[in-house]
Structure formats: structure tokens, C-alpha cells
């Protein structure tokens, strides 16, 4: 992984780690939106909105569309594939993680049921 | 999503928002070490390496084994989990868009390929 990737996964990470920038994310998936449309569900003023949006330009998560009245928003792809498949990584590590904790879970129910089979004869 | 798993993931994000972090998490997917281990790789001291790690630990990431002397340190599948879920939603919009991006690149070749042939006739 080079440098530029690397900072780019900063970014990503460190934008990604605020609720209400991943709620602006999540609306701009179903298509792009102005700065008034994303304040619109947020009870945030359109400053602190901007600043948001603002770091999220920064990691290039969005863009700015080129209507000079809307300057509409929208959801950029890389940056979210960069940092999916920098976790898809570990998805290996803690599947097998949550299969042995199955493993154990099922021991105990069954060790749980016999022994109310035992306590009830 | 209730608000502890949102500050979870604010958390998690935050903490694999650092080359350094994602590096010693990278080392930990492949068995636990101790803070000497971990700082060995890095130009690092340990003080600037225990403070990364207070990060990862206090996101989830990582936990701090019972051995007294080693007390190794584990990578935690919870937090890394949550982050890819959360990830996962957006996988098919940008494989949507990588797609209509093939798509466009595809259609530039031809028209290039067109265009080579007849220069050539």
C-alpha cells in the first residue's frame, strides 16, 4: 500500500467516525442532495452541516456537482471501496471468531438441557 | 441502531483512522503480542505505542490478555465486525458505479479502436 492510499484511508476512517456524517452518507446512497436538503433532517445549523460536509470532501466520500445554484452533493465511490476492502481483510479473523463462540454457546446449551433433564427426573 | 453501537462505530473508526493503528491490528489478525513485540517494527517508543494501543483498546479492537507479566495484547472481532456491517450497505452502489465506470471505458476503447483502423485505412 502506498502513501497516498494510506492517508486516504486516514481520511476515510476519520470521517467516517461521526454519526452525523454517516447519516449524510447514508442519504446522499440514494441519490444527491443541496447543503439545505442535507441540513433538512438534522437539528443542526447550515454552518455546522457545511463543516461536516466539508471533511467529508476532504476524504473525497462526496463531491460537488457542477450546478453553480445547487451545488448539489454526492457520494463518491472509492473511498468507501478503499476502506471496505481494507476491513474485508479480517473478515476471515472474526467470522472464525464468532463460529467458535457458536461452538461454545451450543455446548452450553446442550450441558444447560441436560442437566434440567436430570433435575427433572 | 441504538446509540451505544453508533458510538461503538464512531469509536472503531476513529481508531483505524491511523497507518500505525491499522498496522498493529494487522500484526494482532495473525496471533497476540506484547507491547514489546508490537512496538519492535515501528520506529517507535513504547510510550508513543501504549498510547495507540489505550485507542484501539478503548474502541473495542483490541483487549489486554490476564498473563500478569506479558499481559499480550488480542485483536477483538466485535468492533471490526460492526465497522464492515456498517460498510457492507454501501457495497452496491459502488459496484454500481465501477460498472458504469467498465462500461464507459469500454465504449472510449472501442471508439479509440474505431478510430486507430481508420487512420490506418
Known amino acids: 500500500m502506498n502513501a497516498q492510499s ?3 484511508l486516514d481520511a476515510a476512517f476519520a470521517a467516517l467516525a461521526d ?19 442535507l441540513a433538512r433532517p438534522f437539528a443542526m445549523s ?8 466539508q ?15 445547487r451545488r ?3 457520494l463518491e465511490a472509492r473511498p468507501l471501496a478503499g476502506a471496505t476492502a481494507w476491513l474485508e481483510q479480517y473478515r476471515q479473523f472474526w467470522e472464525r471468531r464468532f463460529q467458535r463462540l457458536d461452538v461454545v ?3 452450553m446449551k446442550t450441558k444447560q ?9
Open 6 to 8: 494510506k492517508s486516504e
Open 19 to 37: 454519526p452525523t456524517r454517516r447519516a449524510i452518507l447514508a442519504r446522499l446512497a440514494s441519490g444527491e442532495a443541496t447543503v439545505l436538503e
Open 46 to 53: 447550515q454552518p455546522a452541516i457545511s463543516k461536516h460536509l
Open 55 to 69: 471533511v467529508l470532501e476532504r476524504a473525497g466520500l462526496i463531491s460537488v456537482g457542477r450546478e453553480a445554484q
Open 72 to 74: 448539489p452533493r454526492r
Open 105 to 107: 454457546l451450543a455446548g
Open 113 to 121: 438441557k441436560k442437566r434440567t433433564r436430570i433435575n427433572s427426573i
